[in-house]
């Protein structure tokens, strides 16, 4: 259940929803490996969930539902020379920026996901690892998808490309930096606005059979270009961490992410996909806090539920340029909230880093557990990162 007030409308909203409905699965045998997920928010989230300040796809105001495919790769993985090296091909998350934040310790997404992650793209790609060096190069289609059951233009694969660069200097602490050049990304058929974009993240993580401490810094950018011109810039900031002890997690979040605005459709939460020129109206400044709390986790078997809050503080203002976009004649405020609160079900395990594929997948130390798949006929030993049982988001 999400309250905002005030919202797009003018005035507070309350909905509730099945949100981050997935089916994840991976797996080896051999030299194969495959790992995918199978989202399911275009049958609960047709119409958007409430996220003041969200954007993308169409949506404004409200988080718009994924590709039903959010993962499907198949890869393998080689040492040679002293190296670590994999491939893995499909429908994924191209290497750049941070973890998608389906995967880390609030239920809201941040406004930055299309400027902090690229994901759902048809995509190669290739990572090396040498000590705690890590390099990828991924290539991929720039297009986005139109809707959850869109399939892409494969006749697009290839134009666009991204490199992330990742450093293990000690347990539990990764600092990377990524840079994309993305090709009309909000017009399927190309000649859309091109897309530079760069990325920093510092990222702790450290765990034990009872805690989980967490924090991640993170900076992204991107340039829209217009035949090679600079159109907009968008630059977001975004600084969250994350405690947990007896079960209990508590975690909180600062953000200042600009966000492009467009005109409104006669639904006030859609704007013109593909977007047009003519709809611009201006960039907009959003700085939000948030803050969460879930209890512990009730277990049944392979099954938990855990109960959450969470509270977020919403402030607008203009961006540069700020155009004719009014957040006042918008939602009648320029300071707003968001209050969340409902229920995590989880039944087995997660892929705990999404967007990470092969040797690009960190081994945690400094406490970190694995979790190891059960043995069973012609099939070698994967392992994943985890948070200890009763941290477990």
């Known amino acids: 259940m999400t309250r905002a007030d005030p919202t797009a409308t003018k005035s507070s909203l309350t909905e509730g929803y099945l949100s981050q409905p997935a089916i994840m699965a991976h797996g080896a045998f051999d030299w194969f490996q495959f790992r995918g997920t199978l989202n399911l928010e275009g049958l609960t989230l047709k119409r958007g969930e409430l996220s003041t300040g969200a954007y993308g796809e169409g949506y404004v105001d409200r988080r718009h539902p994924h590709a039903y495919i959010h993962e499907a790769l198949i890869g393998a993985e080689h040492s040679f020379a002293g ?16 973890d998608d934040p389906m995967v880390r310790p609030f239920e809201k ?4 996901h299309h400027l902090a992650q690229v994901l759902e793209r048809v995509v190669t790609i290739a990572a090396i690892r040498k000590g705690p060096v890590i390099g990828e190069f991924g290539v991929f289609g720039g297009d986005e998808p139109t809707s959850p059951s869109a399939s892409p233009n494969f006749s697009r694969f290839g134009d666009s490309w991204s490199t992330r ?51 991640m810094l993170e900076y992204a950018h991107t340039g829209e270009r217009d ?24 975690a909180g979040r600062v953000e200042r992410t600009d966000r492009p605005e467009e005109e409104q459709l006669a639904d006030p939460f859609r704007t013109p996909r593909p977007e047009v020129d003519l709809s611009n109206l201006g960039i907009s400044r959003w700085t ?87 043995d069973m006929p012609g099939m070698s030993h994967t392992s994943m990162t985890h948070a200890p049982a009763k941290c477990a988001l």
């Open 83 to 98: 190296l670590q090296g994999s491939v893995f091909a499909g429908r994924g998350f191209a290497p750049f920026g941070s």
């Open 109 to 112: 997404f941040p406004v930055n």
């Open 165 to 215: 660069v990742t450093l293990l200097p000690f347990g539990g602490v990764e600092l990377s930096g990524s840079l994309a050049n993305i090709i009309s990304p909000e017009v399927r058929s190309g000649h859309g606005l091109d897309q530079r974009k760069s990325s920093v993240v510092a990222r702790f993580n450290r765990e034990t059979t009872t805690s989980w401490r967490y924090a």
């Open 227 to 250: 035949q090679g011109e600079l159109a907009n810039k968008l630059s977001s900031i975004l600084g969250e961490v994350g405690y947990c002890a007896n079960g209990v997690i508590v």
């Open 288 to 374: 939000t806090v948030s803050g969460s709390i879930s209890s512990p986790a009730m277990t049944v078997g392979w099954g938990s539920m855990r109960p959450f809050v969470e509270v977020a503080r919403v402030a607008v203002g203009h961006g540069t340029p700020a155009g004719i976009f009014n957040p006042e004649f918008r939602y009648g405020a320029t300071r707003m909230w968001m209050l969340s609160a409902g229920i995590r079900l989880r039944a087995g395990s997660m892929h705990d880093r999404m967007g990470r594929y092969g040797v690009a997948l960190p081994s945690m130390e400094g406490g970190n557990e694995t979790m190891s798949m059960p």
